[in-house]
Every structure is written in structure tokens, then in C-alpha cells.
């Protein structure tokens, strides 16, 4: 037996093909055919794949089938156990897996993005941030942060020495800045070298020594803007937070807008030389032109439009704003609607959670992957 994709569905209207590939990027649906070599065969198929709630054409020596990528895999598992000693079956599920595998390449680590999302924490060693300014501006403090967020699961660890929060910034120099964060990065490599260290800076200053030192991921909001950022990136193994903003404009058709963003900022890092496995995308919600208002929310929402991308999507929305404009929440209280927000991106795509709370994002991650798990056969 094998299993194939069908990734042309022949003689479909354009409305079909429309939906058809919607389907396929936006839900992650795989529309596939079990090649079965007889009728009692195909009869097994077609009752074992009624345990994933599938959409099942039962045919003549084989069964059409419609599954998410969650599924997928645990199907395949599933599948593999069942029928172990049929080789094909289980070259042909591989193959399959392999070609929805996304990988995200940062510095020391290649993320299976795919197998595992990514919980990327945030330590700001500012005295000025939106959330946590001033916290962390002592090395004990510090120290303490991270030693925590570590123990709670952090993946990545964040070093931000530059607020960029909406409203307006004091810009600050890279000399200052890389005062604030070069403790932070050598704590890190000192104590904790199986995380992985990001900072977050758009100057060039200060992307060239923290690549000097050796971390492992640049987060620039200004997206990679200039062409010396994008040969620095190219003669490094770093990976890149590529970032969408439009505080500067307001669109016609968002969506389709970003997506234009999107596609001409990938091919113009693709065209320096980098490649695009290292590269994540992020949305850029709170860097809209009204802060807090509706493009922040379309974005929340459009989050899975840019699955074709075939990039990591960053979920970055922790503890923001919209907490206060919608339900006139302080800081400090904003933890659940972002948890809730975080649900909806993290269903729809987001796969790497950039965050204050890790703790509350690792128990997040776990039940909603649970959940999209949750079918049972008995025995």
C-alpha cells in the first residue's frame, strides 16, 4: 500500500479551486489518496481512517481522504503500527511528513517548527518598555529572570535594550544599548547554553557585536531595511525576525498589502544571499498606524493567510495594548485576553510564541495540542 497527495484536483470549478486552496494553506488540510491492493484491504483502510472523523471517498482499490496536518501525524504513527511490515506504506507517510516539515535555522539550533512550536521569551533591559520597564535593569534581577523563564521552558531568550513601544520612543545609542544587553547575552552563554539568545535591535551598530558574540537569532522591527544588515545576516549563521509595520500608512486591502510586504521583503533577503530557512515572519501587531484599533485586530484574525509563505509565523502580542482598549485592563491584568488571543494565532499558524509568561504559554501549548490530538481508538 502507499499514500499520495492530490495536489491538483482535476476538472474543479474556480470557485472549487478557490476553496480547494484555501483549504490547503490556510487550514493546513491534506487531500490524499491510500492505494490499497484489494477490496479487503481498502474496507481496513477506510474503517481505520473513521477514527480521525476524516472526509472519505471509499473507491475501488482505494480511498480518497481529506485530514489536517494535526492529524496527520498522529495517523501516520497510528498507521506505521498498524501495518509495520508494509514498507511502502510507511516510505510513502514519511515523504509526506517531510514535505509539511518547516524548519526555522538559528544560529546554534535548527527548530522543528513543524514537530514542536517555539516558546520565545522576552527580557527587557530597559527602563522605558511597555510592560516591564525597569524590572530587570540590576544583574541579580536579571539573572533571576532568566534562571526563571528557563525553569518554565523558555526556548529562546529575548534581549532588548531598545523600547519600540507605540506612542512614540526615546531613541537611545547603540553604545547605551549594548550596555543594557551585553550582561544579559554573557549570562546566557555563561549559565543557560542550550537556549537559544535573540535580541532585538534595528541598528547595525548592534546587530555586528551581538553576531560577534555569538548569538543565535536578530529580531529587527524595521525588517532587515538595510542592505548592510542583509550582508551582515549572510556572513552568519544567525536566524532573522523579519517584521511587517505600517505605523507610517494605513491600506486599502490589508491582507493582500501584507502579503505584497511579505513577498518582496523574503525575495530581497532570499536575493543577499541568506537562506530562507533561517527566516521567521512576524506580523507586526501594535506597530499599526492607530495603535490598538482594527488593523491590530485583522491581524490577530488574517494570521493563517500567510501560511503559503511556508515561514514560521510569529505570534508577538504578549500583554499588549488591545487589553486596554477593549476592556480597560492595566498591564498587570492582561495576561488572560492575551492567553485567549494567543489561542486563536496559535491554532491558526502561529508557531512561535513570543512572550512574557512562559509558564502560562507552556500549559496553553500543551492543552490546545492535546486537544487537536484528541482522537481515540480503543486499543
Sequence with gaps: MKIVENTNIANLSPLASAIYDKLAH??????????????????QVAHFLNHFDAA?????????????LTAFHLMAHRATSKWPADEELCRSLAKIAANHTVYWRAGRFDFNVSAKPIIYGIMNITPDS??????????????????QMVAAGADVIEVNGQTTKPGGFKEVSPEEELARIVPGIKMLQ??????????????????????????????????????????????????????HSSRDREYG???????????????????????????????GIGYSKVADGEQDYAMMRNIDEFRYLNRPIMVAISRKGFGKK?????????????????????????RVLRVHDIEETRQLVKMIDTITAGYWQRG
Design 326 to 350: 477593549l476592556f480597560d485592563l492595566p498591564k498587570d491584568e492582561r495576561l488572560p485576553v492575551t492567553l485567549i488571543a494567543e489561542t486563536y494565532m496559535y491554532l491558526h499558524g502561529g
Design 56 to 68: 472519505i471517498a471509499h473507491l475501488k482499490g482505494k480511498v480518497e481522504f481529506m485530514l489536517p
Design 26 to 43: 490556510n487550514q493546513q488540510m491534506l487531500f490524499l489518496t491510500w492505494e490499497c491492493k484489494d477490496d479487503e484491504l481498502t474496507n
Design 130 to 147: 511597555f510592560y516591564d520597564g525597569g524590572r530587570y535593569n540590576t544583574p541579580e534581577a536579571m539573572r533571576e529572570h532568566i534562571r
Design 253 to 283: 486591502n490589508l491582507t493582500v498589502e501584507m502579503k505584497h510586504f511579505f513577498e518582496h521583503n523574503l525575495a530581497k533577503i532570499s536575493e543577499a544571499g541568506i537562506n530562507l530557512d533561517r527566516v521567521i515572519i512576524d506580523e
Design 190 to 243: 555563561e549559565d543557560f547554553p542550550n537556549v537559544a539568545i535573540a535580541v532585538d535591535t534595528y541598528k547595525l551598530p548592534v546587530m555586528e557585536r551581538v553576531l560577534e558574540m555569538g548569538v543565535d537569532i536578530i529580531n529587527d522591527v524595521r525588517a532587515f531595511d538595510d542592505q548592510r544588515k542583509l550582508l551582515l545576516l549572510k556572513n552568519s549563521r544567525a536566524g532573522l525576525v523579519t517584521m
